[in-house]
């Protein structure tokens, strides 16, 4: 699972290096000192992640009910703080806050999830009558002060900053099969319900609004999320009627960005739309005060014809709105994955040719807009791949020009995007003119891989893969030494006119003659390859290393520098815990210290701690034990999950009941025991109960809004456990359904304009399929993996053919990550297992390539060696998207060989026999 973009930015904060939890950063006085003036020593204070939690004594306990919710930036925080104090003390309420500016600065921050943000003080009034005498005081208080609407909510009559909402007030957690935690409130009838955090206003049924007669203090936005702005008055339109919405784009805390027409000129625009209060880059500039500046910025440069043209800058309700042409196009970044021909793997001379001669002639025009601002003393500051749209007859205009500025006025937000940003600017807050060449550098290299962004982990990877890619494409000298020159923050500023003839003079429609070199398969070298697995071994070493220098024992929150999700479900997961690193320890033949299992086996697994599942949760943790050989507790764990709430909640293999079978059927292989056995049989019997037949395909529906597929949540995952049961149980039915599961993944497969049979995520017949997917998780490479073996097992020479279809969409060196999950080296496993099956020795050598890939990832620290997690913009040690998945591959890629089963990502091959028993 990727978490949205926001939540991983909130983790990137606090270290430089790695996803950090900001519940380690400590706090400023500034609140504190406050507090501690007014507040007795008799009440019970502590703090719970950003919050400070204040508690009188002999507080009634009251499970939820109407909480008020107090507004405030980060520049008037503390004085909103030194108000509210005497009122909450004198009225003995429970109640929190944030523990200083820089938190409430990133809790109203622009990429804060929006129906968290805003809140600066929370209290939580016994009963109503409490409530509404509170909620009088504390507008009375605050009368002069401001801050940001909060979205979740209700302003109470007469403030601005006074607003409340229904819900929690003890945090009742209930788990998901992923291991994240839903908050919970109790009906009438006493059930538990999800407590809903909306960026909308929302009460349950059964709770009637205190202020439900009370005239509103001023016109209340739409639901966001609608088709319609959030201050569109009902659908009467923007700017007394001008401006017509009529679908929302895209929202963020900053505000919605909508699909309009101008009813004046008849013209589709694009209004965005900006909120007060919302804090934006680090200086947390008002987002209003920011687009204004972007309107007066994208005003001067109009006549350049490079830039957006703004139609209108005006403001209704509290909120302003700037109003842009429409674009008709898709965004620089978009228009490089969808047209490069590495990703299409159509390496033809010709193909090569068109697909740079065009995007030459883009980036010509990124150098104009460069040179444009540059003349006329503006820095850009973050130019990036997406923010550069492309129109139907190829011509730029740059869009959002919130970190632009004058450079003898300043102003701009401070923000830079990953990959395309100097460390010198990132250090400053503000970019320069380098910095702007430097992105144009970033924004070739996206062009020819998107590996920019592992320039924030090592500026040296992405110098690395340019150069593999460069040799494997026989790319012109010239664009490579040019994309080094420009990606060099320490290199001459350029001469606009100097790199406009660079640009132009780049031999593209004579630089390929013949295919190049990576369109050509390949048996592996053995000289190479000897080398090869020298390197491999090296990087293998350092690997353990890092894990053994960077385990932090002295932490609860996590054992080693992982992914954002360990902080989100569990310390303990195969998939982002400890024992997912433990594991690629074993496996790989370095020994498991004593301190680190320690550490793990005194977590608690039980049904409140962790799911169910394989790769999230308690099943994972049983197998890793056994097969360090702790086989007692190993039993014990997964013996304790048997009647788990969630076995059945999802189907697949990564977090549902397929992953927990399969589990099962390894401790009953490993331990004799039959208990697991027995408990693989009643899986079984549960999907042989829950399929939805289709025309002899299965499927079983998770979940979500659509039915999963692929291996990690869908049907491929479910067959691949039905089909280590059959094995053990010899039951022609099981094998009978878990091929109609791998049938119904097999019909969701869509052939891309180049030829290639990639799949969707989900199978959604009547949505368009966003985007088609060749990884483990999901995908091509992990819908083989289930298929290798049934043709194995079966001698089905049509699932044979489906093989050769499937084959060329996993043949690749370069994807945009290096992980396990749906990077490369979940493409090299899925090689790998084509050639011990079918022992085509091409294949080992395309396993090769993905390994020399993977290789160019390798980050070389004082600790060790490491490789970048996910989104590449930090390390990571974990299974799913870091160093510990990665020397999976590269482990077995020394150990290979036809016939071998060497696949230690957790499958049931030492179960499986060719039984030539057709399906």
Known sequence: MQLPWENVLSYMNHDPRWFEDFTRRAPSGEHL?????????????????????????????????????????????????????????????????????????????????????????????????????????????????????????????????????????????????LGLRDLMIRTPDGSLVQDLRTPFWY??????????????????????????????????????????????????NRGGIYRGVDTETGADVVLREARPGVEVGPEGIDAVQLLRHEYELLTELADTGLFVRPVAFFEQWEHAFIAEDHIDGGHLGHLSVTHNPLYGLDLTPAR??????????????????????????????????????????DRIRVIDLESAFHED??????LGTPGAVTRRAMAAGRGDRRSDYYALGGIMLCCVLTCQQNDLVDHAVPLRLLDAVAADLALPGELVALIKDLYDEDAPLPDPAALRRRLTDLPFTTAWRQLPPLAHRVSPDPESGADLHRRIAATLDGVAKYLRNTADLQREDRLFPADVLVFETNPLSVAHGAYGCLYALHATGDAVPDTFLSWALRKPTGHKSLPPGLYYGSAGVAWVLSALGHRDIAARVLRDAAEHPLLYAEPGVLTGAAGHGMACLRLWRDTGLPEFLDRAREIGEHFARTARHEGGRAHWPGSGKHVPVGYGEGASGVAMFLLGLHAATGDPAVLELGRAGLEFDLSCGTYSPGGLLSFPAVAAPDEPIAVLRHYWDEGTA????????????????TLGKHIEELLPDVRRKYTTFPQLFHGVSGLGNALLDAYEFLGDPELLGDAERAAEAVLCSAVRRPEGVVFPGEQTVRESCDLATGSAGVALFLDRFRRTGPGARTNTNFLLDDLLSPSRTDA
């Open 782 to 797: 992990g819908i083989l993996t289930t298929l290798l073996r049934y043709h194995h097992v079966t001698g089905d020479e």
């Open 203 to 252: 009460a349950p049924s059964w709770a009637q609004d205190p202020y439900a007669d009370a005239e509103p203090v001023a016109p209340e936005p739409k639901p966001t999320g609608t088709a319609t702005s959030s201050t569109s008055g009902g659908g009467q339109g923007l700017l007394h009627g001008r401006f017509k919405v009529e679908s929302a784009l895209a929202f963020s």
């Open 409 to 414: 006025h300043g102003g701009g937000a401070g």
């Open 33 to 177: 000192r406050a507090y501690q003036a007014v507040v007795p020593d008799t009440w019970r204070t502590w703090r719970r992640g950003y919050w400070v939690i204040a508690e009188p004594p002999d507080a009634p306990v009251v499970g939820q009910g109407w909480k008020l919710h107090v507004s405030a930036t980060s520049r008037t925080s503390a004085e909103t703080l030194r108000r509210s104090l005497p009122v909450l003390r004198d009225a003995g309420v429970r109640f929190k806050f944030l523990m200083d500016p820089m938190a409430v600065r990133e809790a109203n921050g622009k990429s804060f999830p929006r129906a968290s943000s805003g809140k600066f003080i929370t209290v939580y009034p016994e009963d109503d009558a409490r409530f509404l005498a509170l909620a009088s005081e504390l507008t009375d208080a605050l009368r002069e002060l401001d801050g940001p609407y909060v979205l979740s909510d209700r302003r109470c009559p007469g403030s601005r900053v006074v607003s409340y909402r229904y819900g929690g007030f003890i945090s009742r957690f209930e788990l998901e099969p």
């Open 352 to 393: 090569l040719t068109d697909y740079y001669d065009r995007f030459r002639l883009l980036w010509l025009q990124v150098a104009d807009a460069i040179a444009a601002c540059h003349e006329r003393g503006i820095v850009l500051g973050d130019l990036s791949p997406t923010n550069i749209m492309v129109t139907s007859d």
